[in-house]
């Protein structure tokens, strides 16, 4: 089985630059530097992380006092068993608050993919949501 070193590397977060050049040079350099002994330098391959934009939390509708004759979306964005789970949840409302009506909704795409079209319905129709986002 051949090894690629490159990917191996990576993956163990160490780029491949570092190994890169002459290792005689280096090994000179370094010997000469320090007196005889030896010493690796290390550069970083990750650079500077860009700045952070905080955004302001959404604006919330006025707070109802009870679930009663509301409808609830529960929105799935493909963890395992989701489905599932919210077919429980479903089935719980049912059995203890049947005027709430729950609507099982998968979203489009992975999670942090929009879903516009999803979003739309829920803001229409919907009178809370409840968000299955995995562990």
């Known amino acids: 089985m051949k090894i ?14 570092l190994l890169a050049g002459s290792s005689a040079a280096a090994k000179a350099a370094n010997q000469a530097a ?4 030896y010493k690796i330098v290390g550069l970083n391959p ?7 934009n905080l955004l302001p939390m959404a604006p919330r509708r006025p707070a109802f006092s009870s ?3 509301k409808t609830i979306y529960m929105v799935d964005i493909g963890f395992n068993n989701g489905n599932v789970f919210f077919q429980e949840m479903q089935r ?5 608050m049947p ?6 909704r998968r979203k489009a795409g992975d999670y942090p993919q929009d879903d516009p079209k999803l979003w ?10 409840i968000m299955g986002v995995g562990h």
């Open 4 to 17: 690629n070193r490159r990917k191996l590397l990576q993956a163990l977060g160490i780029s491949p630059a």
């Open 34 to 37: 320090s007196g005889g002994e």
């Open 46 to 52: 990750k650079g500077i992380p860009p700045a952070i």
């Open 67 to 69: 679930l009663e004759g």
């Open 92 to 96: 719980w409302f049912h059995e203890h």
């Open 99 to 104: 005027s709430v009506k729950t609507i099982y």
């Open 120 to 129: 739309a319905e829920v803001k229409a129709a919907g009178a809370a949501v």
